[in-house]
C-alpha cells in the first residue's frame, strides 16, 4: 500500500519537478533565442552558454519501496496469475544536455598563438570532426582569426591615413586568407544547420513515442478490472519513456506533466483495486471450494466422457476465478488436483479398453471387406445367382453395422473400401438388370410378333403345311428366352391359344384319319409279332428269310400310325429285324434297300417329296446323335479301363448310327434318282 510518506516524497518530486522543468523551458527560449544572432554572436553565446550549463541539475532521490513478492497460482493447466504490487512510481526531472566531451583525438591549442595560415589549417581539420564536438573550438579559431584580422585592417587604416588620406575613403586590401576562412565558416555553419534538422527530428520523434506511452497508461488506467495484472506492464512503460532522449523545448513541460498525471492516475487506481483484493480473496475462496465439491462429485458419474467433459468446464472456470489468499493457495490446488486426477485416471482407462476394441472392431470390418470382395461379380449370369450374391451383400452390410468404431486412421478408410466394393455389386447388379430388362424387351417383341404369326395361321385349312409351320413356330418360340413375368402368362397363351385353336380345328377334321392310324398301329403291332415269332421259333423254316422279307413288305404297304406312337412302333420294329437279319444273316441294308425301292415305286410324287424331306430330317438328326455318341466315347475312354461296359455299348451304337446314316444316303440317292 502507498504509504503517507511516499505521498509525501511524490508531493516533493511533483514540485521539483515542475521547478526544473520550467527552468528548463527557460533556458531552451533563450537558446532559441541566441540562435537569431550573427554567426560571431551565436558561437560566442553558445561558448558561454556551455560554460554556465557544465553544472548538472541534481537527481531526485527515490524512497526506497519495498516490493511484495509475486504471487504465482499453483494450477497445473491454468495460466500463473501473478498479483501486483503497487510501487511508488520513479519519477525523475529530465536532465539538461551536457557538453559533449573532447574527443581524445584533438589536443589542446592555443588558437591566439597562431597566425592566419595556421588557424585556417586548424579550421579545415576541424571541418572533419562532427560538429557538436568543435563548435567551441571553431568559435576559439572564428575568434582568434577576426582580432588578428582587425589588428592587420587597424595597421592599414593607420597607414592610410599617415599618407593624407580621408577616413572615407579607406578601403581595406582584400585578404584571399580571409576569403578562405569565410568559405571554411561557411562549410561549418551548413553542417551545424543540417545538425540541427536532424536533432530537431529526433526530438519530434521522441515527442510522439512519449505521447504514446501516455496514452496507454491512460488507456490501462480505464481498465479497472486488470489494472493489477497490468503493473509490471506500467513499469517497463516507465523504463520505456526515461530511455527516450529529449523532446522539442516548446513541448518538455507538457509532456512531462501529462506523464507524471498518468502515472499518478494509474497508482491511485491501483491503491483502490488492492483495496477490494481481500474482498476477491474470499470470494474466489467460496467459488473454487465450490469447484472443488463438484470436481469431486464426478467421480460418481457413471458416464466417462461426461464426466471428463464437464472436469474441463471446471477448469476453465477455475482458470477464469482470481486467485486466493497466499497461505490457503497450494492446499486448495492440491485437492482439485487430486479431484481431478481421479477423473483423468477412469477417462485414461477407459480410452485404452475402446483401443483394444477399437482394434477388433478394424479386425472383423477388415474380414467383411475381404468377404465382399471374393464375391466374382463375372461368373453372376442370373437372376438367381444376383439375388443370392445381393442377399450375401446385405448380410454382410447388416453385421457392418453391427459393429462399433475402429480407430480414426483406419475407421474411414475400410469404411471407403467397404463401400467401394458395395457400389461397386450394386454398380454392376444394375447393368445386369439393364441389360436383362432390354433383352426381355427384346423377347416380348420377338414372342408378340410369333404370336401375330400363329393367329394369321390359325384359320388355315392347309393341315399339313399350316401344321409343320406352327411347329416351326413352337420350336423358335423355345429358342428365344424369357420375357418380363406380367407379361409372360398373357403373351404364351395368347401364342399357345392360336396354336390350340388351329390343332383342334385339325383334330376335328382328321378324326377319322385317326381311327385308320390306329388301325394301322395295330396292324404294325401283328407284323412285328410275327417276326418274332418266326426269329423265337426252336425249329427254323426254310423259308423263314423270305417270310421275313414279305412281312418286310407288308410292313411298308401299312400307313401312318399315330404320331405319338410313331417312334416306338418303329424301334421295335427295327429291333425284331436286326434280330431276324442277325439270326438268318440276311443283308440287312440291301433288303432295306430293296423294299425302299418298291415302295417309291408305288407312291405319288407329294409322297415321295415329303418322304425325301423326313429321311434329310432323319438323316441330320442321325448325325448328330454319331457326334455326341463319339464325343461321349472320347471321354469315358479316357478316364475308363479297357472292357468297360459302357465304353461297349457306345461302341455299338455309334456302329448301329453308322450303318442307319449310310442306308439314310442311299434311300436319299434312290429318291433323287427317281425324281
Known sequence: MVTREMSESMENIEKDVTLNAETEAVNAAETVENENKSTEEK????????????????????EPVAEEPKVEEPVAEAPKVEEPVAEEPKIEEPKAE???????????????????????????????????????RVAQIKAAFFALRKEEIAAEKAAFLEKGNEESAFAPIEDEVEQKIKELLGEFKEKRAEFNAEQDAARQENLEKKLKIIEEINTIS????????????????????????????????????????AIENF??????????????????????????????????????????????????????????????????????????????????????????SEKENADAKTALCEAIEKIDIETLKTYASWDEATKQIIGLQEEWKKLGFASRKVNTALFTRFRKSCDEFFTAKATFFKQMKEELAENLAKKTALCEKAEALKDSTDWKATTDALIALQKEWKTIGPVVKKHSDAVWKRFIGACDYFFEQKKKQTSSQRSVEHDNLKAKKEVIAQINAIVNAEEEAEDAPQQIRDLMSKWQSIGH????????????YKEAIDKAFEKFDMKAVRARLSNFENSISQSGSDKVYHERERLVRAYEQKCNELKTYENNMGFFTARSKSGNTIVKE??????????????????????????
Open 222 to 261: 480505464k481498465d479497472t478490472d486488470n489494472i493489477n495484472r497490468q503493473f509490471s506492464h506500467v513499469q517497463q512503460l516507465q523504463q520505456e519513456f526515461k530511455a527516450i532522449g529529449e523532446v522539442p523545448s516548446t513541448s518538455t513541460t507538457e509532456v512531462w506533466k501529462s506523464y507524471q498525471q
Open 98 to 136: 551536457e557538453p559533449v566531451a573532447e574527443l581524445p583525438e584533438l589536443e589542446k591549442v592555443d588558437y591566439t598563438s597562431l597566425d592566419k595560415p595556421g588557424l585556417v589549417s586548424e579550421l579545415e581539420k576541424l571541418l572533419t570532426f562532427p560538429v557538436e564536438s568543435v563548435k567551441d
Open 43 to 62: 558561437t560566442e553565446v553558445a561558448v558561454e552558454n556551455q560554460v554556465e550549463n557544465q553544472e548538472e541539475t541534481p537527481e531526485v532521490k527515490e
Open 561 to 572: 400310325v399315330p404320331y405319338k406312337e410313331k417312334d416306338k412302333i418303329y424301334a421295335q
Open 267 to 356: 497508482y491511485d487506481l491501483l491503491k483502490i483495486n488492492k483495496e477490494l483484493r481481500d474482498y476477491d480473496f474470499k470470494k474466489n475462496l467460496e467459488i473454487k471450494q465450490q469447484l472443488c465439491e463438484e470436481a469431486e462429485a464426478l467421480d460418481e458419474e457413471n458416464d466417462v466422457i461426461s464426466a471428463f467433459k464437464k472436469l474441463q468446464v471446471l477448469h476453465d472456470k477455475w482458470r477464469e476465478t482470481g486467485p486466493v489468499a497466499k497461505d490457503i493457495r497450494e492446499q486448495l490446488w492440491a485437492r482439485f488436483k487430486a479431484a481431478s486426477s481421479v477423473i483423468n485416471k477412469k477417462h485414461q482407462s477407459f480410452f485404452e479398453e475402446r483401443k483394444a
Open 650 to 675: 457306345l461302341e455299338k451304337k455309334i456302329s448301329n448310327l453308322k450303318e442307319d446314316i449310310e442306308l439314310l444316303e442311299q434311300k436319299i440317292k434312290i429318291i433323287d434318282e427317281k425324281i
